[in-house]
């Protein structure tokens, strides 16, 4: 069946980095592009990044782009989020998610704080 | 940005009842690419209805989405007690792809 796994959440300092991951199975990772979807504590969902199947196009929400960084590998059916310079308003939890939206994974947790 | 907004924010109905949630879109959903999610406490979104009509696999019948353009709906006839969880659209046919803010569907 399907899987989608997120790891890599913590807790964090603002202004450091950290890296999520997404570990895909159960379906053809390189055929689809993957979405991160965050939703604040108590709050609604918020759609961050997209990346092409291929990795060929990569699109941002304007509150992470030039912070938040999306790649890929195929040959390891992996996701990534590469987050850099993290505010107090990143805290949230992280949701990886297929393109066609049938798939998404449980979700890390990313806590910004001093 | 498409900003999309649901209503009402909460709905209190009983079993048995049907419900109706409104997605309203500030301009036009590109191809109608607009899809719904349940969301229950401490899980990921689940996919209910994609390209505003189409039920997802294994989604209950009792589910069904309506709607072109700017103005969509997802009914749910005859609300089960597993039903009662938060509710958003999604528009996903133009970047940025944004969610409605939700509705709360409570048990009366």
């Known amino acids: 069946q399907v899987q989608l796994v997120e790891s890599g959440g913590g807790v964090v300092q603002p202004g450091r980095s950290l890296r999520l991951s997404c570990a895909a199975s159960?379906?053809?990772?390189?055929?689809?592009?993957m979405h991160w979807v965050r939703q604040a504590p108590g709050k609604g969902l918020e759609w961050v990044a997209v990346?092409?199947?291929?990795?060929?196009?990569?699109y941002y929400a304007d509150s992470v782009k030039g912070r938040f960084s999306i790649s890929r590998d195929n040959s390891k059916s992996t996701l990534f989020l590469q987050m850099n310079s993290l505010r107090a308003e990143d805290t949230a939890v992280y949701y990886c998610?297929?393109?066609?939206?049938?798939?998404w994974g449980q979700g890390t947790l990313v806590s910004v704080s001093s | 940005e498409i900003v999309l907004t649901q209503s009402p924010g909460t709905l209190s109905l009983s079993p048995g009842e049907r419900a109706t949630l409104s997605c309203r879109a500030s301009q036009s959903v590109t191809s109608n690419y607009l899809a719904w999610y349940q969301q229950k406490p401490g899980q990921a979104p689940g996919l209910l209805i994609y390209?505003?009509?189409s039920r997802a696999t294994g989604i209950p019948d009792r589910f069904s989405g309506s709607g072109s353009g700017t103005d969509f709906t997802l009914t749910i006839s005859g609300l089960e007690p597993e039903d009662f969880a938060v509710y958003y659209c999604q528009q996903y046919g133009s970047s940025p792809y944004t969610f409605g803010q939700g509705t709360k569907l409570e048990i009366k």
């Open positions: 998610a297929s393109n066609n939206w049938h798939y």
């Open positions: 990346i092409w199947y291929d990795g060929s196009n990569k």
């Open positions: 159960g379906f053809i990772f390189s055929s689809y592009g």
């Open positions: 390209d505003a009509s």
